[in-house]
């Protein structure tokens, strides 16, 4: 079954430090998600992708954060310098079509970065 | 603005007992509804949703879900709860626009033999 992989499963990070979170969304998926979820909170929506531009974001995704399809398989989230708050698990997701709530929306392992 | 509330942080039942995990939302119209199971070191994974039509939707694993919107309310049940059901449980909300759910902050369920 094709599945939605993130690596590293986790990363440990300085605070100032830039990290990049990985994701391999399903092959013949077009659109793309970040998702975050803070310990103890909600699975928050950062960001969507298409067509090699942000389609939507939340006021989450502030000049700290940036996307990138790099080439035809990676998805990546980058966070330029990291703040202790920014600690969470984050989901990668994929889906086939645009209206997601049409299709069903594929979601990662997730990536549990933790700042020090 | 819309939000959603999974009430139950920690449950627990026992292998063979009935099992319901309670979900309410708040949106001005019918949203897109979905269930989501995500076992340790795993994805999110769908298990079911709903959009419009029949009130009780069935989904994997023998989980369903019963719409109620006089209550706004999208209550995931089983009948017969297996140690594989043992997970975190996540329940969204949709819009019809845009493309992005709202997610409650999820219920971890334990189960017992």
């Known amino acids: 079954e094709p599945e939605v992989t993130q690596t590293p499963s986790h990363q440990v990070t300085q605070m100032g430090q830039e990290v990049i979170l990985r994701c391999v969304p399903i092959?013949?998926?077009?659109?793309f998600y970040w998702y975050r979820q803070i310990l103890g909170q909600k699975v928050e929506f950062l960001v969507s992708f298409y067509n090699n531009e942000i389609s939507e974001k939340s006021e989450i995704f502030d000049d700290q954060f940036s996307v990138e399809r790099p080439d035809g398989s990676n998805f990546t989230l980058k966070i330029r310098s990291t703040k202790l708050e920014d600690s969470a698990m984050y989901f990668c997701a994929s889906s086939d079509i645009q209206q997601i709530m049409n299709t069903e929306a594929f979601f990662g392992q997730g990536t549990r970065l933790t700042v020090v | 603005a819309q939000s959603v509330t999974q009430p139950d942080i920690h449950i627990t039942v026992s292998e063979g007992a009935s099992l319901e995990l309670r979900c309410n939302y708040s949106?001005?119209?019918?949203?897109?509804l979905f269930w989501y199971v995500q076992s340790p070191g795993q994805g999110l994974q769908l298990l079911l949703k709903y959009f419009s039509g029949d009130t009780l939707v069935q989904g994997i694993k023998g989980f369903e879900a019963e719409f109620k919107r006089s209550q706004s309310s999208f209550n995931l049940r089983k009948p017969s709860v297996h140690w594989s059901d043992a997970a975190e449980y996540f329940c969204?909300?949709?819009?019809?626009?845009?493309?992005?759910?709202?997610f409650g902050t999820g219920t971890s369920l334990t189960v017992i033999p």
């Open positions: 949106y001005g119209a019918t949203p897109y």
């Open positions: 092959s013949n998926h077009l659109y």
């Open positions: 969204a909300v949709g819009l019809n626009t845009g493309n992005q759910f709202y």
